[in-house]
């Protein structure tokens, strides 16, 4: 059987086929006098044929007017039966297995197995049999088919040509070493000994089932993480444009189904989603920093289960995430998306293909205070900020592997643009005009995980005639390091619909065997003291090669350190006066090729056995004496558990807590500012302690002066941009402002993409406790005095915040900002004070003014 290569046309093909006609409008129901009535195919003269489930299509052969094909899709069908009808119509013969892919070993490929719904059958005028097939239904939005060529006596598969994905992903299972990969309805395997591309894979499982009900029917297009968690195979699948976060088990081997068990939803401020290879979802939010749930398979009634939510604050000097890639052999957190000196600037343009302009990595993240390893700018354009020159230029995907960070350009690359110089690596040399497409769309950056300098670019060359889309998913790249040291990358791209696969060898060693050598010692995340011996040991087995070496490396300042060469077994080693600090470790074996094989990546910890604190607060920026502020306490100790913590504010004990959670609630709040750290006690009685922070309680906010001269009203700005945040006005220029007597959006000039900013005073007559509210879509704030008061910021449908504050009577300073991005458009205020209900602001008695000179209305 010869597989078509997508760049074949079956026109071109010279075996006798019949040629199709573009835009020929096909009845795939009636050929001839036959024709498809419900269950039943009927023909002239009386003639039917009843013994069918679910009659798709029909076809009288083209070589032999006395026999007819007809599609049978009825569950435990799935195949193609031929007629002869020159009398009372009667089977000759069937293309396919009766019951179809789950048939047999269920859901493993088969040459004979038909695996979607079936579309068209005929033939040509050699007899050749021709049926087409695809999960794309009524009730399926899935964009996989199939054309297959069987010889006309249907014993032979002559060839085939098949479309599996449409801005979809594929992923590597981790345990194969890359030899294993799936995508949301598919198993492949890849014979990485083959060097032609587009050779090396074969379609091995499908893992939907057309005849149930599953949410891959509605959500076609999006990315997957699969894993391997109890000795079970799960899958974990995100829309394109995010919601749905929908989980799979897979049936035990040899079984290739994975069936829905549920969702996760915890959160929905997020663009960026990662599952670990140990099951951790991390969730990169926008605005409150990063959260982490572990998944731990199932429960008793078979739905996912989780354990407890873990979150760490925004890191500085990161103030917008987008992506998140989690490391778990270096405890390492690489972020992307704006920092404190770059301002988020149409985050949503292109759908979710923005990545953001800037990466961040920081190390020893569980120790609750990690570390900045490096930050760096990355290629971002966009034209209605920076003009036209380049259009708009935003990464889409990273992940990370071995050595290298790699991000997915998912609108174009221009070399012009500054830091994006290096060498295209892999292919050959590319230029924009070998591209038929987007120039430079779907290329990958590789940078270095020691340092965040640039290694090069990953570019389409002939293997794919120079083309490439646009990566159309948040999640588009997938990366891994082999055992042999090679680097693979799977890229989706949404023109062509397809995956490509990228393969790097850096040093040039990296070459097919059959040795391998696994590492028994240490183990993963295994602590050690100061001063004390780390036992390294590893098994290989030679296979047909001759081994002369084995390495044991450990990373230390990020770069490989050779601790110890064996050349003889058993290989082993002792690390004696390690220094302190967290070291991703691996065995090494060479042959006398020089090919070579390692181990996966551990982590060690070598501390000196004291726990990690860390304080966080409930999610709010500005704090009254009248409020209560919940005081988080969590800890991690490597070597045992937080058995009890201590807080601290101004420097005296507060609390001593001896069961988790390490809660405290803080009330009767004094104006000013204070200092709170914690202690945290491990079950040796050996202590940690958390950062300190600082936080301000204010009290009665005091009146201001007003300007002798000021009148009543509001100053606006009007602002046009597509903004994600309040941030984003900040580095704004407004377009226009002027002066309105009451809070209104009625005189914006379009729907979608703008924002408003008024500012000046607000007359308070009494003073007291006052709630100002915003219900708005999508984001808004107020403050009072400079100080915020009401959060209402992000994208969102309408919806309603409020927040509290003490003012004296008098004149107060007063702002509120609005943006909209897209859909629908609201904004209101509302006061409640004392002595009367919440009203709509501006009110009468709450009168706001306008510093004079105030500006006309343009």
């Known amino acids: 059987m010869r597989r078509l290569q997508r760049r074949e046309r079956i026109t071109d093909i010279d075996d006798g086929n019949q040629k199709c006609e573009r835009n020929e409008n096909i009845n795939n129901k009636v050929s001839g006098d036959w ?5 039943k195919v009927v023909g002239p003269n009386g003639k039917e044929i009843t013994n069918l489930v679910k009659p798709s299509c029909l076809a009288i052969a083209h070589h032999n007017p006395n026999l007819l094909l007809v599609g049978d899709d009825g569950a435990g069908k799935h195949v193609v039966f031929i007629y002869n009808i020159s009398g009372t119509p009667v089977i000759v013969d069937t293309i396919g297995i009766l019951g179809g892919i789950a048939a047999g070993t269920p859901w493993l490929v088969d040459s004979f197995k038909i695996w979607g719904y079936i579309k068209g059958v005929g033939t040509d005028n050699t007899g050749n049999i021709y049926v087409v097939f695809s999960l794309h239904n009524t009730n399926s939005d899935i964009r996989s088919s199939c054309i297959r060529s069987y010889s006309p006596d249907g014993n032979t598969l002559l060839w085939e040509l098949a479309n599996y994905h449409f801005v979809d992903n594929v992923a590597f299972d981790p345990t194969t070493d890359g030899k294993d990969l799936y995508s949301y309805i598919g198993h492949y395997k890849v014979d990485y000994s083959k060097t032609d591309p587009g050779t090396e894979w074969s379609q091995f499982g499908v ?107 925004m890191p500085e000097p990161m103030t917008n995430l987008q992506r998140i890639v989690y490391s778990p052999s270096e405890d390492a957190a690489y972020l992307t998306g704006y920092d404190e000196d770059f301002r988020i600037y149409g985050k949503n343009i292109h759908g979710v293909i923005n990545a953001g302009p800037t990466v961040a990595v920081y190390d020893e993240w569980h120790t609750g205070n990690p570390k900045l390893r490096w930050i760096r700018r990355i290629p971002y354009w966009q034209p209605e900020i920076f003009g036209n020159e380049y259009g708009s230029v935003t990464a889409a995907a990273v992940d990370e592997a071995g050595d290298y960070f790699f991000i997915g350009y998912g609108i174009k690359d221009y070399s012009e643009l500054p830091d994006v110089s290096g060498p295209t690596l892999l292919s050959e040399e590319v230029t924009r005009l070998h591209s038929k497409y987007n120039p430079s769309n779907g290329w990958v950056r590789v940078y270095r995980k020691s340092d965040g300098s640039i290694v090069g670019r990953m570019v389409p060359d002939s293997a794919v005639n120079y083309e490439m889309g646009w ?31 990228y393969r790097w060898c850096p040093d040039g060693t990296c070459m097919e065997s059959d040795m391998s050598i696994s590492m028994e010692s240490p183990q993963n995340e295994e602590l050690f003291y100061i001063d004390s011996t780390i ?154 302690y958390t950062d300190t922070l600082d936080v301000k309680i204010f009290g009665n906010l005091p009146s201001v002066i007003i300007p002798q001269d000021a009148v009543n009203g509001l100053i606006y700005d009007y602002f046009h941009n597509s903004f994600g945040s309040i941030n984003d006005m900040a580095s704004a220029d407004p377009i226009r402002n002027g002066f309105v007597k009451n809070i209104s959006i009625s005189n914006a000039i379009r729907r979608d993409n703008f924002g408003f900013y008024y500012y000046g005073y607000i007359k308070i007559p009494v003073s007291g406790l006052y709630t100002f509210y915003t219900n708005s879509d999508d984001g808004s704030v107020i403050y009072i005095d400079s100080i915020e008061i009401v959060n209402n910021d992000g994208l969102h449908a309408p919806q309603e915040r409020s927040g509290s504050a003490l003012l004296e009577a008098g004149v107060h300073y007063f702002s509120a900002l609005f943006f909209e991005q897209g859909g629908g458009e609201e904004f209101d205020s509302y006061i409640k004070g004392p002595g009367f209900e919440k009203w709509k602001f501006p009110i009468r008695c709450y009168t706001v003014f306008c510093p004079i000179p105030c500006p006309s209305l343009r």
């Open 471 to 501: 990566l159309d998913l948040r999640e588009s790249l997938a990366a891994m390091q082999r055992s042999t040291g090679e680097y693979n990358l799977l890229v989706e791209e949404g023109w062509k619909a397809r995956n490509i696969l």
């Open 207 to 313: 893992t939907y089932n057309m005849d149930e009900s599953d949410p891959r029917d509605d959500h076609a297009m999006g990315s997957i993480y699969f894993i391997w968690k109890n000795g079970k195979r799960y899958m974990f699948r995100h829309h394109e444009y995010g919601g749905d976060f929908t989980i799979y088990e897979f049936d035990d081997s040899p079984s290739e189904l994975a069936h829905y068990i549920g969702v996760y939803d915890q959160f929905t401020d997020t663009y960026g989603k990662y599952v670990d290879d140990n099951g951790n979802i991390w969730e990169a939010s926008q605005y409150n920093g990063v959260y982490k749930t572990p998944f731990l398979g199932t429960d008793e009634e078979g739905k996912p289960k989780f354990g407890p939510v873990e979150h760490w604050p």
């Open 535 to 688: 036992s390294f040991s590893a098994t290989v087995n030679a296979g047909t090669s001759e081994i002369t070496k084995v390495q044991f490396i450990a990373k230390i300042n990020h770069k490989d350190s050779v601790l110890f060469e064996d050349e003889t077994a058993p290989y082993q080693f002792d690390w004696e006066d390690a220094p302190k600090g967290d070291f991703t470790v691996f065995a090494k074996c060479f042959n006398s090729e020089n090919a070579s094989k390692q181990t996966p990546p551990v982590l060690i910890r070598v501390n000196d056995g004291n726990p990690y604190g860390r304080l966080s607060f409930n999610q709010k920026k500005t704090y009254f004496t009248f409020d209560s502020i919940v005081v988080s306490i969590t800890g991690t100790d490597f070597d045992g558990t937080i058995d009890s913590t201590e807080l601290f504010i101004d420097g005296v004990s507060v609390s001593q807590m001896g069961a988790a959670p390490f809660q405290y609630i803080w009330k009767s709040l004094m104006e000013g500012e204070h200092f709170i750290h914690a202690v945290v006690i491990d079950n040796d009685g050996k202590k940690g």
């Open 35 to 39: 024709s498809i009535s419900g269950t």
